[in-house]
């Protein structure tokens, strides 16, 4: 490969919570075992050169006042869209900043419903969107994804029409690719899916942010792509963040055609003055959207796939009570430890601790609203995940 995915990084007290924060009180990892981190979603991989080099052009001026967005910041985008998801037209004033994807769910669900109104969400369920409807004082109504007979997660149709009749909704989160169970939708899922929220007139907000995650053999489809209705009544969030792991830099975007919901939604982002970019951040997504950032994402997906295969088929054949659906996009695996923790007469804390024990990181994933389940991280050099895996099985799942 042209680039590094095979380093291990060093990433102890350079202000990366990965390595810094064990996510659970009183844990600790036993002397002879090293970190290796696999909760938090970040990557473990070395920075895109272009990013680096883009960023240090800009530190060569010494100066860092008040700036607008650069014609190169919107031509990237643009750009990009074209390239990686086949987008075309897309016009300039359809894009606009946001200070983290959260950020404008934040703001499209203050701009679209009002305190205590329902909001439709698909379970499992990322925990940001939870926590930010919690915030703003909205209702939260799930509709569980189910795994049918191949083991895939599908989204239940009759399940969330009726719960948005029933509930008055008008506006839904839709996650694509879906956080945390790694499903890539097929273009006619979304177009279903559409087909109901323009039914009850729902204003649906997108999450893109892994839209370029994509394992081998799956593609990512755009929500507002697959109708004109779908375009004029999606606000859409994108972000460099996760795919070149630039969240602590903190720069996504919106793509929001329809002029009625990108004013609402800029006034709401305006009440707050939380908008505003900043030069570094813009400078970052200009290093990443060159031809080298198609470059390494390809690259990256590699990885990832590789990993992620690796993992399904350790778990499949090691950890008897373990079950999972094998993702298709992003870098995040979804176990579900029920059998297992029955089986052997634990908790699901009790598994955690003797994970982190044994230097394994992973993430408690039962605020993603399954009540056994663990989140974990597969951004890592393929050694390190083999390693995690082997500790796994050695100390924890067949000790």
Known sequence: MKYDFTTIMDRKGHDAIALDVIP???????EGFDKIPMWVADMNFPTLPTIIEAMQERLKHHHFGYFKASDEYYDSI????????GVNGMPREAIGFENG??????????????PGEAVLLHSPTYIGFTGTLNSTGRRIILSDLVIDDQGIWRMDYDDMEEKIRKYHIHCAIFCSPHNPAGRVWEREEICRAMEIYKKYDCVVISDEIWADIILEGHHHIPTQSVSEDAKQRTVAVYAPSKTFNLAGLVGSYHVI?????????AKVSEMS??????????????????????EWVDELCQVITKNANFAY????????????????????LYLNCEQWCKAHQKTLDELLLAGVRVGVIWQDGRPFNRPYSIRMNLALPYSRVTEAFERLNTYVFNA
């Open 24 to 30: 659970y009180e009183n844990a600790k990892v036993q």
């Open 78 to 85: 643009i750009r990009w869209h074209k390239d990686r998801y």
């Open 101 to 114: 994807v959260l950020g404008c769910v934040s703001s499209a669900v203050q701009a679209f419903t009002a």
């Open 257 to 265: 055609y329809n002029t009625y919901l990108r004013d609402r939604v």
């Open 273 to 294: 003055h939380y908008n505003g970019g900043n030069v570094l951040s813009m400078h970052a997504l200009i290093g990443a959207y060159k031809p080298e950032g198609r």
């Open 313 to 332: 088929d350790f778990i499949r054949e090691h950890f008897e009570g373990v079950t999972l659906s094998k993702p298709q996009g992003t870098y995040m």
